[in-house]
């Protein structure tokens, strides 16, 4: 039984302290941080097939083995680098998963020369701002099939969702959770403080409409 004043949090955060403490301090709060956006996506990556736990006990020993997820130090391994991290026991010694991390990192800087930012980038798919749950998951497919097209691996719809829930892209703590509430607070003041920018398409659709010789019927 539940003791009267003991918090409320989402299941999935109730079987081990490192859940907790990941779900209380993290997930959900809106995060615009380059490097710490890619580390959060690389890590769902390298989940798919796993659980969440067994990425966060290695979480240490990925910022350590992957330079803190420093891109242009990333871009730049070689094979050499590859086999020491397939024999490093502190990460998931699955090569399309380490080999994905280095593709993805000269993905993000290509990102970076066009958008000026991964943040400016990958927030778009939700207009700037934290979505609505009930657009969240066509925002996932979208943002999806954009990475894989500028050559991001791992980046599969759910990964793409998992990842939109951890950096505060979309509040989906349960209703009944006490961090509901502070999540959504935050990102109620996140709304506030950031432009609507539009999501990818919404922009050229709209000038097409406009040019079109239907437009005005």
Same mark, same amino acid.
């Given at each position: 039984m539940p003791r009267p004043n003991e918090k409320k949090r989402c299941k999935w955060a109730e079987s081990n302290e490192l859940l907790t403490s990941y779900h209380d301090a993290e997930w959900g709060i809106p995060v615009h941080d380059d490097r710490l956006l890619f580390e959060m996506l690389n890590l769902e990556g390298a989940q798919a097939g796993l659980s969440w736990l067994t990425i966060l006990k290695k979480r240490a020993n990925y910022r350590k083995a992957f330079d803190r997820f420093d891109a242009r130090k990333i871009a730049r391994y070689d094979s050499s680098k590859i086999a020491a991290l397939l024999?490093?026991?502190?990460?998931?010694?699955?090569?399309?998963?380490?080999?994905?991390?280095?593709?993805?990192?000269?993905?993000?800087?290509?990102?970076?020369?066009?958008?000026?930012?991964?943040d400016a980038y990958i927030w =778009?798919?939700?207009?700037?701002?934290?979505?609505?749950? =009930?657009?969240?998951?066509?925002?996932?497919?979208?943002?999806?099939?954009?990475?894989? =097209?500028?050559?991001?691996?791992?980046v599969g719809g759910e990964i793409c969702y998992a990842f939109m829930q951890a950096v505060g892209m979309v509040n989906d703590h349960s209703k009944y959770c006490f961090r509901a509430k502070s999540v959504a607070k935050a990102q109620a003041a996140h709304k506030s403080s950031r432009p609507a920018i539009s999501p990818p398409g919404v922009a050229a659709a709209e000038t097409s409409k406009k040019s079109s010789p239907t437009a005005s019927r």
């Open positions: 024999k490093n026991e502190g990460i998931v010694r699955n090569r399309l998963k380490i080999e994905a991390v280095i593709t993805n990192a000269k993905a993000l800087l290509e990102i970076k020369r066009e958008f000026g930012s991964f =778009q798919f939700t207009g700037g701002r934290p979505a609505e749950k =009930q657009s969240a998951a066509a925002a996932s497919k979208k943002m999806s099939k954009d990475l894989k =097209q500028h050559g991001f691996k791992f």
